[in-house]
T-cell receptor, first 114, second 119 residues
Framework: QQQVKQSPQSLIVQKGGISIINCAYE??????FPWYQQFPGKGPALLIA?????SEKKEGRFTISFNKSAKQFSLHIMDSQPGDSATYFC?????????????FGEGTQLTVNP | KAGVTQTPRYLIKTRGQQVTLSCSPI?????VSWYQQTPGQGLQFLFE???????NKGNFPGRFSGRQFSNSRSEMNVSTLELGDSALYLC??????????????????FGNGTRLTVT
């Protein structure tokens, strides 16, 4: 119930195209859904996040779409650029009786060809 | 503002040894979490500290331990190292102003990790 399933595992997109990464979860206690971007040799960097009471959030070329009833959320990268080539992780937060934790998806390796 | 700093960046240890990793959070952040990243298991939560107290712990054996100091800096210790402990260990900090340190208004910021290799 704590898992977050992410797909696809890898994605190749042409420059200017749209990259779409999907995540699904089971635990309805998740209450915060961030996306992280990770470049080789670096730690994950927060990209964008959404609360479950919002269906969509957009920041620049990055958009999260959230479907609470389907327990799915996705990241859309518009006008994808070679500099977007990285590994993307979706995550979901649970609040425990004390403290909280993030559960991460398996990651998607995005390659944007010039 | 400086980011999360982890030292050392790389470590090579032998099976059976122990290791201590260090993390300095972003100034003003009181919550520190540790994650293990491996190709097979992805990012796995180890534990979280807030105000020098461990508030949450993942499903790792007791060989993995940590602590937080009064200045919010944190250390993670792994004893009796096994080959399977080879991983990138990531520290993350957040404001932690409430009981929900990873909340929307208190996002988690990661360091660049310590790459541990056990031979």
């Amino acid at each position: 119930q704590q898992q977050v399933k992410q797909s696809p595992q890898s994605l190749i997109v042409q420059k200017g195209g749209i990259s779409i990464i999907n995540c699904a979860y089971e635990n309805t206690a998740f209450d915060y859904f961030p996306w992280y971007q990770q470049f080789p040799g670096k730690g994950p960097a927060l990209l964008i996040a959404i609360r479950p009471d919002v269906s969509e959030k957009k920041e620049g070329r990055f958009t999260i779409s959230f479907n609470k009833s389907a327990k799915q959320f996705s990241l859309h990268i518009m006008d994808s650029q070679p500099g977007d080539s990285a590994t993307y992780f979706c995550a979901a937060r649970t609040e425990e009786t004390s403290g909280s934790r993030l559960t991460f998806g398996e990651g998607t390796q995005l390659t944007v060809n010039p | 503002k400086a980011g999360v700093t982890q030292t050392p960046r790389y470590l090579i240890k032998t099976r059976g040894q122990q290791v201590t990793l260090s993390c300095s959070p972003i100034s003003g952040h009181r919550s520190v979490s540790w994650y293990q990243q491996t190709p097979g298991q992805g990012l796995q939560f180890l534990f979280e500290y807030f105000s020098e107290t461990q508030r949450n712990k993942g499903n790792f054996p007791g060989r993995f331990s940590g602590r937080q100091f009064s200045n919010s800096r944190s250390e993670m210790n792994v004893s009796t190292l096994e080959l399977g402990d080879s991983a990138l260990y990531l520290c993350a900090s957040s404001l932690g102003v409430s009981a929900t340190p990873s909340s929307y208004n208190s996002p988690l910021h990661f360091g660049n990790g310590t790459r541990l290799t056990v031979t």
